[in-house]
């Protein structure tokens, strides 16, 4: 499965972004998805994700009330709208992806993920 996010960018603080995620497969439904980032000279960090059959998102704390995300089954992408956005939520943005449920106590965990896209940069200025 290959992973294709784009919707980043240069935006000032408080301003908003939404980054998108296609999977080139498109038995999406059975697909947990989330976002990763990863600001420089740090580790890569969980920021949201949704999870095949019940479809249940999870945020980080961090971005909790600002970062929505959605799915779009239809089309088969994954958004993740991002608003007030905040200079310290600069950082490379990547998509992963799981063939298969998961419980919901691994679901932050990057190892679990099968497949991951090619990450998209978001830059907040203050």
């Known amino acids: 499965v290959q992973l294709q996010a784009s919707g980043g960018g240069l935006v000032q603080a408080g301003g908003y972004l939404r980054l998108s995620c296609t999977p080139s497969?498109?038995?999406?439904?059975?697909?947990?998805m989330g976002w990763f980032r990863q600001a420089p000279g740090k580790e890569r960090e969980f920021v949201s994700a949704?999870?095949?059959?019940?479809?249940?998102?999870y945020y980080a704390n961090s971005v909790k009330g600002r970062f929505t995300l959605s799915r779009d089954n239809a089309k088969g992408t994954l958004y993740l709208q991002m608003n007030h956005l905040k200079p310290e939520d600069t950082a490379d943005y990547y998509c992963?992806?799981?063939?298969?449920?998961?419980?919901?106590?691994?679901?932050?965990?990057?190892?679990?993920?099968?497949?991951w896209g090619q990450g998209t940069q978001v830059t907040v200025s203050s």
């Open positions: 992963a992806v799981r063939n298969g449920r998961i419980i919901s106590g691994l679901i932050q965990q990057a190892g679990v993920y099968d497949y």
């Open positions: 497969e498109r038995t999406f439904s059975s697909y947990t």
């Open positions: 949704i999870r095949s059959g019940d479809g249940n998102t």
